[in-house]
Every structure is written in C-alpha cells, then in structure tokens.
C-alpha cells in the first residue's frame, strides 16, 4: 500500500511538472520575490533577427537581461526566428497558429498592417512624453492618415564618404576639400564637377585615380536632391504618389547616365563593353587600379568619394583625411529598421513598454551605455544611429563610434540643414512594386535579350545607358505611370488608407 502512494505520489510530481512546462506563457507568470512570496509578471514575448547565439552573449540579449532585471511587472521572453525559413515566412506561420509574439520586428510596416498584425499605437504614443523625442523624419515613416502602426528599431544614414586629400589635388583656387564638401556644404553641380575632374585612368601600373565608385544608388536619392521644393522624398516618391514623369525624374536619369556612361568611366563600375566580362573587368581594374573591388580603391586612397551607409566600418583605419558626407544639396538616406506590437497581444501597454526600452526611451539607452561600460572585454559597442533626440543621450552614443563626419551629419539634420529622405522600402505602402517589381511589359531587343522588364531592370538599364533616357520617356507614358501608381492605390486601400 505504502509502495502505491509512493508511486502516485511520484507521478502526479511528474504530470504537475509537465503541465508546468506546458502553460501558455502569454498567461501572468508567478516569479519568486527575493523577500519571500511570488509576485506576478506579465509576460511579454519579443521576436528579433539579431538575438545571435547564447554563447556569444550580444548586446541585444544582454539589454533583455538587464529589463528583466529591472521590470517588477513584465518579463521579456526572446522569439528566435526558425533557421532556414525567411523572416516573414516564420511570422506568418506564427500568426496562423496564433502565436505572433507581441513585440516583433518586421521587413514592412504596411505589410504588417495589411495582414492584420500591427496594433494601432496612436493613442499610446499620445501619452508618451518621450515619443517626441524619436526624430521626427522616423516618426512621420509610419505614421499613415495620423496614426501610428510601428516603432522605430535602428536607423543608419547613407550617404558619401570623401577622401578631402585626394579631392584636395583636384579643386582649383586653393579651395579646401574639408571645407567644400562639409557634410550639408555642397550642391549636385559641383559635386558632379569634382568626380567627373577625378578621372586619371591612363596609367597600367595600378595607380589610377577615379572619382566616384559606381552610379546604381544614385536615383534613390538625386531626384531628391535636385529638388529645390524639398517634396521629393526616397527614389520619386512625393508622398502621394511616384513622379515617373516628372522633370526631376529625367533630369536625374540624364546625369546618371552621362556619369555611368561605359566609355567616359567616369565611376569604377563603368567598364567599356570591349574589356569583356568577369574575369577580364577585374583583370583590366586591377591593372589600372590596383585592386579589383571598389573599397579596396576607396581605402587605398584612388578614390574620391563613395557611395555607402554609416554601418561601414572599414574607413576608421585609412591613413588620409576622410569624412562621412551627405549626399549633394544637404540630402542623406535613412535606412531604418522597425518593430510593432501584436493587434492579438493580451498586454499592448507592457508590449509598448518593452518596445520602447529595446528602441528609443532614455531608460534602456542609458541601461545600453551602462551594459557596454560595464563589460569592457565584451567589445559591445552601439549600432546605428541614436534614436533619440535628447543631446546628452546622442553625445554619449557618438562616444562610440570612431566614424568622422557622422555625428556632424546627425547634428545638422537636428538643426535642420540637413534633410533626411527615409527609405521607403519598409514603410511606403506600394513602394517595393512600384521601385523594382512591377512588370512593365516594355522589351528591348538589345538589352537582356528582348526579356520582359520589370520596372527595376528598366530604370537599372537607363541608369546604365542601355536604354536611352529618350526611351525612357517614350516607353513611361503617362498610361503606365498611373498604372503602377494604381498598385500603389490597392496597396494604400489595403490599409484602409486614402490615396
């Protein structure tokens, strides 16, 4: 008799352990308190790409840790995404099964909106004094008809970095390039003048000089900066629809192709057509330049400017005098990142709570310097760009970062000389049909041999002078214009949007 209680006793230890490993974590969680007792904590479920692996510890889970430390309400659970399935595939596999986490970031704020993942913060960022403080070119990204569907995760800038002692050789008059090209100082024309000025490729000893790395960012960006009306946002986006057949548009498609001409080569991606392909280019670009990759070049001091975001780390150890820039006329590209909170989520305050301390509020940033201070033979160190506006909190972050002229770039779009044009990829409804996807139905019996266009080769090859901008103009008639702004519109009605 003894020997069956024992045996009952074991199991129902068992099964009550079992059921325990089984609860629904989304419940309130008993959590022992360190005076005795168990108080209650919400338990918030938090999907991030960037969780990297336990031993490595990052700067991610660390912050984590150091909430759940913290918090006498919430406790963090990490979502790691399931290898071998792409990201949005594994949320939509998790939303099926009504499990999306209640903080997660995400590729496309409209996308997420659209399939009914996002919860409307309007009015929970209404009572967040500190909302304000996140820069207002990320708060407008995904803010739609006044209301507000994201937070901003992670922002870097992209833009120009200058070699000033090599562009120093090549300005007239004694003008100093460090003064010149400042971040914000400059304008597209003479920018363009000093690149095309660049050009020293007569040389087959590897010391050839060019001016610019290549032209394929340019059009995200140029018709931007050509704007003196300041309307024009990322690629030809005017915050109502695409200008495809706007002057801007081709004035901007008329100087890239002329500086991405092949047989000018006036950046080190324009290769003439007789050098070959593969092989035979990085051949003839190690011949003249020394190295067949465009950041060898730049490092190597033969380059004058290129194109490229803040997330570049391989300038800080350059021996000549460099500087993160804007693009011309006072422009610079926000790629930024962003995460939003499950419309299903039980707890939305605390889901907030948590989203605001991994982001922007000054708590968890301060928490992040004490993390990376604390724990010096980590090499942890900020991503990015601040997501807060408060000065001591941005001046502490640039403390970090070696990169020249990046700060200088931050402060300037503070005080409004310089503008940000946020990437549209990630928050623009539309914007990945409209820039690269939608099928054109437009041929050409010399480029890619009589294939079908998708708006994206299409614009590619008028950037590259296989299609002539004359073309160009032809081809985008004001009937296929309106026809890819009309999947805009289904896009922007998707969301219960007006357009």
């Known amino acids: 008799m003894k020997k069956i209680n024992l045996l009952l006793i074991l199991f129902l230890a068992v099964l009550a352990l079992f059921v325990g490993s089984c609860t629904n974590k989304d419940d309130d969680s008993e959590i022992v308190d360190p005076s005795g007792g168990t108080v209650k904590k919400t338990v918030i479920k938090y999907c991030h790409w960037g969780f990297g692996t336990e031993e490595d510890n990052n700067l991610v889970r660390r912050r984590v840790e150091a909430f759940n430390k913290q918090s006498q309400t919430i406790r963090v659970e990490i979502v790691i995404p399931v290898d071998g399935s792409s990201y949005d595939d594994f949320l939509m596999t998790m939303a099926a099964a009504g499990e999306l986490p209640d903080v997660f970031m995400v590729n496309s704020v409209p996308k997420a909106v659209i399939n009914q993942w996002a919860l409307d913060l309007t009015d929970i960022v209404k009572k967040d004094t500190e909302w304000n403080n996140v820069p207002e070119s990320l708060r407008s990204s995904i803010t739609y008809n006044d209301h507000v569907y994201a937070v901003p995760a992670g922002q870097y800038y992209m833009g120009l970095f200058a070699n000033y002692d090599l562009i120093d050789n090549y300005l007239k008059g004694g003008v100093d390039a460090a003064e010149k090209f400042a971040t914000g100082n400059f304008t597209t024309d003479e920018w363009l003048e000093v690149v095309k000025s660049m050009k020293d490729i007569n040389h087959m000893d590897g010391t050839g000089v060019i001016g610019m790395n290549a032209v394929g960012d340019m059009i995200n960006w140029l018709p931007s900066s050509l704007d003196k009306t300041n309307k024009i946002q990322h690629f030809v986006w005017n915050g109502k629809r695409f200008e495809f057949t706007s002057d801007l548009m ?114 968890g940033i301060n928490e992040t310097f004490n993390i990376i201070d604390s724990n010096p033979d980590a090499k942890l160190s900020v991503t990015g760009l601040p997501l807060n506006n408060t000065k001591t909190l941005s001046d502490k972050w640039f403390s970090y970062i070696k990169m020249k002229g990046l700060k200088e770039t931050f402060d300037k779009v503070n005080s409004g000389d310089i503008k940000v044009i946020v990437e549209g990829n990630k928050s623009v409804p539309g914007f990945l049909d409209a820039r690269y996807n939608f099928q054109t139905g437009l041929s050409f019996e010399e480029v890619r041999g009589g294939a079908l266009l998708s708006i994206g080769d299409f614009i590619w090859d008028v950037c590259g002078g296989a299609i002539s901008v004359n073309d160009y103009i032809t081809s985008m008639t004001e009937a296929l214009s309106n026809a890819i702004n009309d999947e805009v519109k289904k896009a922007f009605e998707a969301m219960g949007l007006t357009y």
Do not use: H
């Open 250 to 363: 081709i004035q901007a498609l008329t100087l890239i192709s002329q500086l991405g001409d092949k047989n000018q080569q006036y950046v080190f991606d324009s290769v003439p057509a007789t050098v070959g392909e593969g092989e035979e280019v990085q051949e003839y670009r190690s011949v003249i330049f020394g190295a067949g990759d465009a950041v060898s070049v730049f490092t190597n001091g033969q380059m004058g400017f290129i194109q490229e975001g803040s997330w570049a780390n391989s300038f800080e150890n350059v021996d000549f005098n460099y500087s993160f820039v804007s693009y011309p006329d006072a422009k610079v590209v926000a790629a930024s990142d962003y995460m939003c909170i499950s419309k299903a989520s039980k707890n939305p305050e605390a889901a907030y709570e948590v989203a605001k301390f991994m982001t922007f509020g000054e708590a």
